[in-house]
């Protein structure tokens, strides 16, 4: 068991997960809309440091979820019913929307190629199909839901989880956890080392993405889980340490080995440490909606010249961004979550509080 001493009803995860699915839609609008204003506010951000620090989030709340179950199966379920349903559903939505603005006759847009859509991403396997026949054909990025590739990430992390408990129950946790980090930080290592020989930047910086590489995120979290308690007494000197660290990167200081975990320490601090901002579950997990659905419709926006006004196009996106979230969540992910879940019992005590 680990030693993690925090609120688990009253901690910012729930806003940090809102607000990095926020950053990830801003930097994709400003480069699937190609709008000069709008890739100059994109490029302020990082959907990178965002998708790492979500990788973070779910190392060090997944591991508690897991310890939290009587077997691996009411593990495995939990997590199949969290993600499954608004995944499925926005790979379907997107396969049979996409006739109406593709310009293909219906015998050609539901070919092969449809057929390919769907089962290679309701696999996860977006990479083998990622278009549709006529759809976004003349937009920068032609990819219905360039998003989702990190979604096969965490089904890999999940299957991980309880191979990775078996190992921490018999041996020195921090010995576990550091030597899957470093194992993890070397296979990155390796792909950027083949990037750099070959040049074949697309291949290799797709492999650095999968697994092996991005696992260093994920035992991050998991290492400040199961350490809470000595993160926690020193907490702030941990935090300056890393921020200083980080501002140093920025002058050439070579931290790569210990960023995720730096990176970790920050994310993790803002999440448990810093003063409670509030209730934000009790409007359930709207982060997860933006985040798999943002992409086709920023496409769509596109496609209808939206942000020709950058105002209204912007506005109007935000809008019907948290309204998609809204009714993804209430409509479909929320319906196969125990009573017991997180957002359930934190939407039962704002309601109570009423």
């Known amino acids: 068991m680990s030693g993690a001493i925090f609120s688990k009803r009253e901690n910012n995860f729930d806003l940090l997960r809102l607000s990095l699915a926020i950053i990830v839609a801003i930097v994709h609008l400003g480069y699937l809309s190609q709008n000069p204003l709008l890739l100059n506010v994109s490029q302020l951000l990082s959907s990178e440091i965002a998708v790492e620090s979500f990788f973070v989030v779910s190392g060090f709340l997944i591991f508690m979820s897991y310890e939290s179950c009587s077997s691996i199966r009411e593990y495995a379920l939990k997590r199949v019913k969290r993600i499954a349903p608004g995944y499925v559903t926005v790979i379907i939505v997107c396969a049979f929307a996409g006739y109406f603005i593709s310009e293909r006759e219906a015998v050609e847009y539901f070919g092969l190629d449809f057929v390919k859509f769907l089962f290679f991403n309701l696999l996860t396997l977006n990479f083998v199909a990622p278009t549709l026949p006529g759809v976004f054909d003349q937009n920068a990025w032609q990819a219905v839901n360039g998003a989702l590739w990190t979604i096969k990430i965490e089904w890999m992390f999940y299957a991980a989880v309880p191979l990775i408990a078996m190992m921490l129950a018999r041996f020195n946790k921090?010995?576990?956890?550091?030597?899957?980090?470093?194992?993890?930080?070397?296979?990155?290592?390796?792909?950027?080392?083949?990037?750099?020989?070959?040049?074949?930047?697309?291949?290799?910086?797709?492999?650095?993405?999968?697994l092996p590489g991005q696992l260093v995120y994920f035992v991050s979290g998991a290492l400040l889980y199961y350490n809470y308690s000595f993160f926690k007494k020193y907490a702030n000197w941990l935090l300056l340490l890393s921020v200083l660290l980080l501002i140093a990167e920025r002058f050439g200081l070579n931290i790569t080995i210990v960023y995720p975990l730096l990176l970790s320490i920050c994310i993790i601090y803002a999440a448990t440490i810093l003063p409670y901002l509030g209730n934000f579950g009790k409007f359930g997990d709207l982060s997860f909606g933006i985040y798999i659905w943002h992409f086709p419709i920023i496409q769509s926006f596109v496609v209808w010249n939206l942000f020709e006004n950058v105002a209204a196009g912007v506005l109007s996106l935000m809008v019907t961004l948290f309204a998609v979230a809204f009714l993804s969540w209430h409509l479909v992910e929320k319906r196969f979550l125990n009573p017991s879940s997180h957002y359930r019992v934190a939407e039962e005590e704002s309601k109570s509080s009423i």
Request: hydrophobic share 50%.
């Open 174 to 210: 921090i010995a576990v956890l550091g030597g899957i980090y470093l194992l993890s930080f070397a296979c990155s290592s390796v792909m950027f080392w083949y990037l750099e020989q070959s040049g074949n930047t697309d291949l290799f910086l797709q492999l650095q993405k999968q």
